[in-house]
């Protein structure tokens, strides 16, 4: 009987899961999956180490839970003999408090939900995968990984708004996200480029959400994305960065709060653009002199903040690309190495993400069953 760790990962309607020993530091996943169409249409997909697929299926109308009891079953029936120790889930914000992974009893879940109204289209989702989990196997220990916790490094004068102080002390401030994914980089950069880890590094991290972050010795100094995910690069259907005289404008104009914040998270970025899509691939392959534009908006865009990025450094040993867009599109990746030519010497790497083994070894060491930093 091995004992193996869950990572979750639990979206509005999807809910994407890997298994890991839970002993020892291993990298790859004994299995991966997802529920998808939660709500909807949930489809449960299985694969193994290799990424075979090991079980697909369809089931009737169900929601969180069902989707959870589903995953659940698979170390009882799919994966044979093992045991389930604890599970890591990715929690979108932990405020300015949750600096560092933290097991989650009822204290950390109150404070988690108090967390809501700052990522209202995450944290509820994450939350309740906690405490569905919590209702089904009471006893399993539960680990939150904040996307948030690696920018708390960063020096206050780059998490302050330029508002009043009241804002700034109840929490409008600027929080940052794909730490997890940042984590993970900084964590196999010392192997990759020793200058680059122990100097500055700008990492891109491109993918449907896209966002960069500038890293003096592995540490966060600052990063695109700020009080929420919306902000920074033009992003798969997401618009960044936009001045605040828009939602203005366009509130006065009659639109509703739900109606803004469908435009700017779901309606916008290359989606919007090109009215093509918001899949690069899709971008790329077309015709289209809008899906063309788009994709000029993109990489112009990430051009301007690897600017600004590297002022906060003041200069540049190491570009990082990961990301679906980031680790897979070479066209994308010339075209911003291109319009840096300007910053003059500096190293190039590609190095693909791997958030759910970050979790994975946060739960471990949370839980004592790991003594070593990944
Ligand atoms: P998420 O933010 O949802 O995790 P991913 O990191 O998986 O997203 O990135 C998805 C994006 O990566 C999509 O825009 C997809 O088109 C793009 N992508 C994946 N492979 C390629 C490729 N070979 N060329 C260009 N874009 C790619």
């Avoid at 409008?172 to 984590?183: A, C, D, M, N």
């Avoid at 990430?302 to 990025?309: A, C, K, Q, T, V």
Wanted: with cysteine.
């Amino acid at each position: 009987m091995s004992d193996v760790l869950l990572v979750l990962n639990a979206g509005s309607s999807s809910l994407k899961f890997s298994v890991f020993s839970a002993n020892g530091e291993v990298g790859t996943p004994l299995a991966t999956g997802q529920v998808e169409g939660i709500g909807t249409a949930p489809r449960f997909v299985l694969r193994g180490p290799g990424g075979e697929v090991r079980d697909e299926h369809s089931f009737p109308l169900g929601d969180y839970e069902y989707a959870l009891a589903t995953v659940l079953d698979l170390y009882g029936k799919r994966l044979g003999d093992i045991r389930l120790v604890a599970v890591g889930h990715r929690v979108v914000h932990g405020g300015v408090k949750f600096t560092t992974p933290v097991q989650i009893d009822a204290t950390v879940l109150a404070e988690l939900e108090g967390l809501v109204p700052l990522a209202p289209l995450h944290q509820p989702h994450n939350l309740s995968a906690v405490r569905s989990l919590s209702r089904m196997e009471p006893d399993l220990p539960q680990v939150a990984c904040f996307d948030t916790a690696f920018h708390r490094t960063q020096p206050e004068v780059a998490q302050r708004f330029g508002l009043p102080r009241r804002f700034t002390d109840e929490g409008i401030r600027r929080y940052g996200f794909h730490g997890l994914s940042y984590e993970y980089i900084a964590s196999m950069l010392p192997g990759i480029d020793a200058k680059a880890a122990s100097g500055r590094a700008v990492v891109a991290h491109l993918g449907n959400g896209a966002s960069m972050c500038a890293m003096l010795g592995g540490k966060s100094v600052a990063t695109t994305m700020s009080f929420t995910p919306a902000d920074g690069l033009v992003m798969g259907t997401r618009c960044g960065s936009l001045d605040p005289g828009v939602m203005l404008y366009l509130l006065r104009k009659g639109m509703t709060a739900d109606a803004l914040e469908h435009l700017i998270y779901h309606e916008s970025g290359l989606l919007g653009v090109s009215g093509v899509g918001s899949d690069m691939r899709e971008l790329l392959a077309s015709s289209n002199p809008h899906a063309a534009e788009a994709i000029d908006l993109f990489v112009y865009r990430i051009g301007r903040e690897l600017g600004s990025l590297v002022a906060a450094l003041g200069g540049l040993d190491a570009l990082v690309f990961t990301g679906g867009i980031g680790e897979n599109s070479a066209a994308i990746r010339e075209r911003v190495c291109r319009d840096a030519n300007w910053l003059g010497a500096f190293n190039i790497h590609v190095i693909p993400t791997n958030e759910e083994l970050m979790i994975a070894n946060h739960t471990r060491r949370v839980l004592g069953r790991s003594g070593s930093s990944p």
